[in-house]
């Protein structure tokens, strides 16, 4: 989210941006006062109204490491508040104590923050309101619209209906206030076991919408809290917590996905009949759903991406095939890359699936950008040139990116024998074959014309080393392909070959670990047919190989990112890559391969 990117993402308009631009032109927000860090009094008074501030949130649950889905919420939300002038809050909703940890909290913050996100002071907890949310639920009781449920979950399960068919009242529902609030203290107070009670709100059991029948909104659980620790027996639910967090908060665009719409009749009764109390003040938080990121051949449900690293198919959360957004990063993505595919795919009300292909290319454009070219041998096999002098070396000039002659050109150093891609040599060459075959001449890019003279092959009849006769005269000049129209060309360089392939020079290269990926599952929809997902993951999904580098690539830094010529874009991994003994992941492919289109 840099300033170069703000005016492109402005550009891309879309419903949400809509409705922030809608509320901004008619003042919706002017009469709110704002506060600073939010509270209870914080809704009423504060600092003088901001009417040119929207406030949006990122409201992760910490029990998990973000995904690319994930990605595109941050995006849109702290987007939003770049582009509008407001502020993006980000908020843990940490009501469920026995699934969260600090761990996830570390995490979705180092990924918020990489990809951009700046919340300033604005870092809040749902467990910072509990007391809050606690003396709002005596508010509701103390109105006769909450009550202590003593039913069992069986019990209640069969009196709540269905998707077609209205619930049915509970024999507590018109238990007294006085009763229900004693019962909600005593629950407070830790004497009663897991599950004796439940609070509910007294809505409309005969509701069309499940979620309005008489949800409950704080359930009884022994359990140490992350931040809170033993204070709480009882914790407060999700739909209740989420829609005053934001109150208090001053949220006033509240986005989340699509699931959530059914739930949008109970965010704003809650907040309406608090803003009735007195409890806050209107104008209330809004809430919009947009649709959420799918994406073929990965999973981002949670409870799948936590059985992929618990179980072992993957090795770590930031594993490079995952994606999850340490995954990503370590894969090579860069946040830019990310943010282009989120205009890209933009936000919409309809639920789709975007095609990984769209991510992959969000990912070359960018680093084709801003990745130097170098070269790497992964398949090696030798090539001898029979008559360039033993012992003489000398110095190839290659440009550090093709388009961009500012970026300058590197030294490669040439020498008699060399390593060249196994697949750059034929010896029986298929019809339109252009690199090298007996008989055949090829450019060594950026250096000179050989000829394939003869082949050595080992026992086992595979081609050992191939030899060649070098035409001193044919070197390529300074970087740049030679150009045969080009005013002084050589006549050497006027010479036509078809074939161009990269070399390293042997006694110069360097060795170095390169891990190369593939999609993690075999199909585009895991687990979407009868096949569990996990017995759709692609055993091929990754291989490592030590290849031949160009000498300056052992000093890579984590992080760095090249383009291998050829081979796709690397980046040196953030983990095991060490100054000296290197180690790259592929990120991506080159959608073409000069090999070939330079022909
Ligand atoms: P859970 O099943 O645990 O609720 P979740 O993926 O919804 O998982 P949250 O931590 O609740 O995780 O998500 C934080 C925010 O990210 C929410 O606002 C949610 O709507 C948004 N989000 C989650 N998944 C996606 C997705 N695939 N596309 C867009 N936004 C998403
Ligand atoms: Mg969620």
């Not at 889905?69 to 809050?89: P, T, V």
């Not at 049915?168 to 407070?188: C, G, I, K, V």
């Given at each position: 989210m840099k300033a170069e990117n703000s005016s492109k993402a402005a550009a891309a308009t879309n419903f949400v941006r809509n409705i922030v631009e809608e509320d901004l032109r008619t003042g919706k927000y002017a009469s709110r006062r704002w506060g600073g860090r939010?509270?209870?009094a914080a809704a009423h008074a504060g600092?003088?109204?901001?009417?040119a501030r929207i406030r949006t949130r990122f409201p992760p649950e910490p029990n998990g490491y973000l995904h690319i889905g994930h990605a595109k919420s941050i995006l849109l939300n702290f987007g939003l508040a770049r582009d509008y002038g407001g502020l993006c809050h980000m908020r843990f909703?940490?009501?469920?104590?026995?699934?969260?940890?600090q761990e996830y909290v570390d995490s979705i913050l180092d990924a918020v923050r990489w990809l951009g996100g700046d919340w300033g002071e604005h870092l809040y907890y749902a467990s910072d309101y509990f007391e809050t949310l606690y003396r709002f639920a005596e508010m509701f009781i103390e109105h006769g619209l909450a009550y202590v449920e003593s039913l069992s979950a069986d019990e209640l399960r069969a009196l709540r209906g269905t998707l077609t068919e209205g619930g049915e009242n509970s024999p507590?529902?018109?238990?007294?206030p006085a009763e229900s609030l004693d019962l909600f203290r005593r629950m407070r107070a830790g004497e009663f076991p897991d599950g004796a009670h439940v609070l509910r709100l007294k809505?409309?059991?005969?509701?069309?919408?499940?979620?309005?029948?008489?949800?409950?909104i704080y359930r009884i659980r022994h359990a140490h809290h992350?931040?809170?620790?033993?204070?709480?027996c009882i914790y407060p639910m999700y739909d209740y917590t989420h829609c005053i967090s934001d109150a208090l908060e001053n949220i006033t665009h509240s986005i989340c996905t699509l699931e959530f719409e059914d739930h949008r009749p109970l965010y704003d009764w809650v907040l309406e009949r608090l803003a009735d109390f007195g409890a806050l003040a209107r104008p209330l938080p809004r809430q919009i759903e947009f649709a959420r990121l799918n994406l073929t051949y990965?999973?981002?449900s949670k409870r799948k991406l936590i059985q992929l690293v618990e179980d072992g198919?993957?090795?770590?959360?930031?594993?490079?095939?995952?994606?999850?957004i340490v995954g990503f990063r370590r894969r090579g993505y860069t946040p830019e890359s990310l943010q282009l595919f989120a205009e890209r795919i933009g936000v919409a009300k309809e639920n789709s699936t975007i095609d990984m292909s769209i991510l992959e290319d969000c990912l070359r454009e960018d680093l084709n950008e801003r990745a130097p070219r170098r070269i790497a041998v992964l398949d090696p096999v030798k090539l001898v040139i029979d008559n360039y002098p033993e012992g003489s070396e000398e110095q190839c000039q290659a440009p550090n990116h093709p388009q961009k002659p500012e970026w300058g050109q590197r030294a490669i150093p040439f020498s008699r024998e060399l390593w060249i891609e196994r697949?750059?040599?034929?010896?029986?060459?298929?019809?339109?074959?252009?690199?090298?075959?007996?008989?055949a001449e090829v450019r060594l890019r950026y250096a000179y014309i050989v000829k394939c003279e003869r082949v050595e092959k080992d026992a086992s009849g595979n081609v050992a080393v191939i030899h060649c006769s070098y035409d001193p005269a044919s070197k390529s000049s300074?970087?740049?392909?030679?150009?045969?129209?080009?005013?002084?060309?050589s006549g050497a360089e006027k010479k036509k070959v078809k074939g161009n392939i990269h070399w390293l020079s042997a006694q110069h290269a360097a060795a170095g670990k390169v891990r190369l990926y593939d999609r993690?599952?075999?199909?585009?929809?895991?687990?979407?047919?009868?096949?569990?997902?996990?017995?759709?993951?692609?055993?091929?999904s990754k291989s490592s190989i030590s290849a031949w580098l160009e000498?300056?690539?052992?000093e890579a830094k984590p992080?760095?990112?090249?383009?291998?010529e050829r081979h796709g874009y690397f980046v040196?991994?953030?983990?095991?890559?060490?100054?000296?003994?290197p180690v790259f992941n592929r990120a991506v492919t080159l959608r073409d391969s000069w090999g070939k289109a330079g022909s």
């Amino acid at each position: 989210m840099k300033a170069e990117n703000s005016s492109k993402a402005a550009a891309a308009t879309n419903f949400v941006r809509n409705i922030v631009e809608e509320d901004l032109r008619t003042g919706k927000y002017a009469s709110r006062r704002w506060g600073g860090r939010p509270g209870p009094a914080a809704a009423h008074a504060g600092a003088p109204a901001d009417p040119a501030r929207i406030r949006t949130r990122f409201p992760p649950e910490p029990n998990g490491y973000l995904h690319i889905g994930h990605a595109k919420s941050i995006l849109l939300n702290f987007g939003l508040a770049r582009d509008y002038g407001g502020l993006c809050h980000m908020r843990f909703d940490d009501t469920n104590p026995t699934k969260e940890e600090q761990e996830y909290v570390d995490s979705i913050l180092d990924a918020v923050r990489w990809l951009g996100g700046d919340w300033g002071e604005h870092l809040y907890y749902a467990s910072d309101y509990f007391e809050t949310l606690y003396r709002f639920a005596e508010m509701f009781i103390e109105h006769g619209l909450a009550y202590v449920e003593s039913l069992s979950a069986d019990e209640l399960r069969a009196l709540r209906g269905t998707l077609t068919e209205g619930g049915e009242n509970s024999p507590y529902r018109d238990r007294p206030p006085a009763e229900s609030l004693d019962l909600f203290r005593r629950m407070r107070a830790g004497e009663f076991p897991d599950g004796a009670h439940v609070l509910r709100l007294k809505i409309d059991m005969a509701s069309g919408n499940i979620n309005m029948r008489d949800p409950v909104i704080y359930r009884i659980r022994h359990a140490h809290h992350h931040r809170t620790g033993d204070a709480w027996c009882i914790y407060p639910m999700y739909d209740y917590t989420h829609c005053i967090s934001d109150a208090l908060e001053n949220i006033t665009h509240s986005i989340c996905t699509l699931e959530f719409e059914d739930h949008r009749p109970l965010y704003d009764w809650v907040l309406e009949r608090l803003a009735d109390f007195g409890a806050l003040a209107r104008p209330l938080p809004r809430q919009i759903e947009f649709a959420r990121l799918n994406l073929t051949y990965v999973v981002l449900s949670k409870r799948k991406l936590i059985q992929l690293v618990e179980d072992g198919h993957v090795e770590g959360w930031d594993d490079p095939r995952l994606p999850t957004i340490v995954g990503f990063r370590r894969r090579g993505y860069t946040p830019e890359s990310l943010q282009l595919f989120a205009e890209r795919i933009g936000v919409a009300k309809e639920n789709s699936t975007i095609d990984m292909s769209i991510l992959e290319d969000c990912l070359r454009e960018d680093l084709n950008e801003r990745a130097p070219r170098r070269i790497a041998v992964l398949d090696p096999v030798k090539l001898v040139i029979d008559n360039y002098p033993e012992g003489s070396e000398e110095q190839c000039q290659a440009p550090n990116h093709p388009q961009k002659p500012e970026w300058g050109q590197r030294a490669i150093p040439f020498s008699r024998e060399l390593w060249i891609e196994r697949e750059d040599f034929m010896e029986n060459p298929s019809k339109g074959y252009f690199r090298l075959s007996p008989g055949a001449e090829v450019r060594l890019r950026y250096a000179y014309i050989v000829k394939c003279e003869r082949v050595e092959k080992d026992a086992s009849g595979n081609v050992a080393v191939i030899h060649c006769s070098y035409d001193p005269a044919s070197k390529s000049s300074q970087g740049q392909l030679p150009d045969p129209g080009r005013a002084g060309a050589s006549g050497a360089e006027k010479k036509k070959v078809k074939g161009n392939i990269h070399w390293l020079s042997a006694q110069h290269a360097a060795a170095g670990k390169v891990r190369l990926y593939d999609r993690l599952f075999r199909v585009s929809n895991p687990g979407a047919g009868s096949v569990e997902f996990l017995a759709e993951i692609n055993p091929d999904s990754k291989s490592s190989i030590s290849a031949w580098l160009e000498p300056a690539l052992t000093e890579a830094k984590p992080e760095e990112r090249f383009q291998f010529e050829r081979h796709g874009y690397f980046v040196a991994d953030l983990k095991d890559s060490k100054a000296g003994a290197p180690v790259f992941n592929r990120a991506v492919t080159l959608r073409d391969s000069w090999g070939k289109a330079g022909s």
